[in-house]
């Protein structure tokens, strides 16, 4: 049975694991925690992230700075960078209200959710982000349940077993606000696969990303009942 000192210990370790990161993809995510989650470790999060761009090449992750920035500036030749479809995908998505989605959009995200895995999972970060920016994307009705679903099945095929991709499907899901879709025993699970270090990973060997999907999990846990994910 999982209880709230569990989870209350859990987060508060792996908080102390992830703030003196200088990880630029987890900054990102972290200032996600932050402002939806108000972890006010992570404050300084977006500072952090600029302090350490210049140290990396990828400009990629200049174009990811809209995660927490609004007014990023985006040059003309950005966008050739961004060449990994998963990340074209949600680069559409956070700059939609700003560049509108492409024609191909639609297809695009329902491909990735047929994928499974982690096309799934990107599909569903995508479709949040759209929300977020209040965009409109047309899509055949009963998509956004099958997507739902696609990305759930991903932890119902072994709740026991935690990896990178069940990870974050339960993340993901969470930040939808579907969380109720997501096993409680893989929640369990989650908690007490914790590295003594407070992250997450093989076995003393935790790293950032598997640290801030868990993370991102059990900050949606809400109690008295049992294991109830935030809607």
């Not at 569990?6 to 990102?28: G, Q």
């Amino acid at each position: 049975m999982l209880n709230e000192a569990d989870v209350r210990s859990a987060v508060a370790k792996a908080i102390d694991f992830l703030k003196d990161t200088r990880e630029p993809h987890a900054l990102a995510f972290m200032t996600i925690l932050h402002r939806r989650c108000g972890i006010e470790e992570f404050a300084d999060c977006a500072k952090r992230y600029d302090e350490v761009l210049p140290d990396h090449s990828d400009r990629v992750l200049r174009v990811f700075r809209r995660i927490f920035d609004a007014n990023n500036p985006i040059d003309p030749d950005d966008w050739d960078h961004v060449v990994v479809p998963t990340d074209r995908l949600m680069i559409s998505a956070l700059y939609c209200d700003r560049l509108g989605l492409p024609p191909t959009y639609p297809e695009a995200l329902a491909a990735a959710v047929r994928q499974g895995g982690y096309g799934a999972t990107h599909a569903l970060l995508s479709w949040v982000y759209i929300q977020d920016n209040g965009c409109q994307l047309s899509v055949p009705d009963g998509f956004v349940e099958e997507m739902y679903g696609t990305v759930a099945a991903i932890i119902d095929a072994d709740p026991t077993v935690i990896h990178d991709v069940n990870l974050e499907a339960a993340a993901f899901l969470c930040l939808a606000r579907q969380g109720a879709r997501v096993d409680p025993g893989f929640v369990r699970r989650v908690v007490a696969l914790q590295n003594d270090d407070g992250g997450w990973g093989a076995v003393d060997e935790s790293n950032w990303h598997a640290t801030v999907l868990a993370l991102m999990i059990l900050v949606h846990v809400r109690f008295p009942d049992t294991i109830a994910l935030a809607p």
